[in-house]
């Protein structure tokens, strides 16, 4: 039995952060900013990671880190980025057994650019590692405790069935969803009234609810979608936290320096849900979530400052 099976993305990242990339505003994006390079230009670079990344071992490594029992259901291809993501999940104490490496298949890898403001840019090569239904053991999955689910590369069948499956065995269910589930609203929102945390950062909520976050209708219209706790980040406006029974919490950023904002998503979703799972106070697992991922962003990569129990309990 596991404390929490992460499902989701599994990916190699690289990451390359550069004086010379240009942060500027630009009306064209959601965030109001781009990052830049001069056409034909060579630029030297200040940093360089390689390491794994994807929302299912990110999550795993908080997990573990935070003194739980995890383990990551993912698809890696049968190669050595797919070799080089698997060692270090072991090395940091997540279980691997419930990762899989289709023959002939490619692990996705991204390029990380991160600007000098921690900003970044990423660019993401998906190859042919889609997890679905037919790569999964059903019967090992209904001893477990909770599901933490994130980007499942659109596949709402799956998404369907995993929310099914947990619902019939009593599985607490936290979802993260990507782009690409987001899109299909239709079929996204009536399985959000089975998620016991549900995750979303302001542009997602917005789009979703077809509401700006000020509209005086946007919390009444997340707490109707029925999850038991819903948060939506702010990236460094910090977070707001919904409750079913009508807690409305809001937190702050902590006030840091930040080195590369990857990964603070996914260090504060697992480890609100870590807290909740060591039986926290919403008060505080929202404390924990914003701790954590305020600690990640000030390093490089989206698991190299991600704390263990002992750190995010220290006062």
């Known amino acids: 039995m596991f404390d929490v099976i992460t499902i989701g993305g599994a990916t ?3 990451f390359v952060k550069s004086d010379s990339l240009v942060v500027k505003q630009d009306k064209d994006f959601n965030t109001g ?5 001069a056409h034909s230009s060579k630029n030297e670079v200040s940093q360089s990671l390689i ?5 299912a071992t990110n999550t795993a490594v908080s997990f573990s880190r935070l003194g739980l029992k995890p383990t990551c259901l993912s698809l890696l291809g049968n190669d050595p980025l797919g070799e080089y993501v698997f060692q270090e999940l072991g090395k940091n104490r997540v279980d691997t057994s419930f990762l899989i490496h289709p023959r002939g298949e490619k692990t996705d890898y991204s390029i990380i650019l991160v600007a000098p403001d921690g900003g970044r ?3 993401i090569n998906r190859g042919e590692t889609h997890l679905e239904e037919k790569h999964i053991t059903w019967e090992n999955l209904n001893q477990n405790k909770w599901f933490y689910i994130s980007s499942l590369e659109g596949n709402i069948d799956l998404l369907e069935k995993l929310i099914g ?3 019939e065995n009593n599985i607490k269910v936290a979802l993260n969803p990507g782009n690409r589930e987001l899109s299909q609203k239709n079929r996204l929102l009536p399985l959000i009234k089975h998620i016991e945390f549900l995750l979303l950062n302001r542009t997602e909520s917005e789009d979703l609810l077809q509401l700006d976050i000020d509209n005086s209708s946007f919390w009444t219209k997340l707490k109707s979608l029925g999850a038991n706790i819903a948060a939506v980040t702010n990236g460094r406006e910090g977070a707001h936290v919904l409750t079913v029974d009508g807690q409305n919490l809001y937190s702050p950023i902590i006030n840091t320096t930040p080195v590369d904002e990857t990964g603070a998503g996914d260090a504060f979703g697992s480890t609100f849900v ?3 799972i060591h039986q926290k106070t919403i008060e505080e697992s929202l404390f924990w979530g914003i701790k954590n991922s305020a600690s990640v962003v000030s390093f490089m990569g989206a698991k190299t400052g991600l704390l263990t129990l002992d750190q995010v309990n220290a006062t």
């Open 12 to 14: 190699a990242d690289i």
């Open 33 to 37: 900013l781009s990052i830049s390079l």
């Open 51 to 55: 390491c794994s990344g994807g929302g």
């Open 121 to 123: 840019a990423i660019l």
């Open 165 to 167: 499956f947990a619902k």
């Open 274 to 276: 870590a807290a909740l």
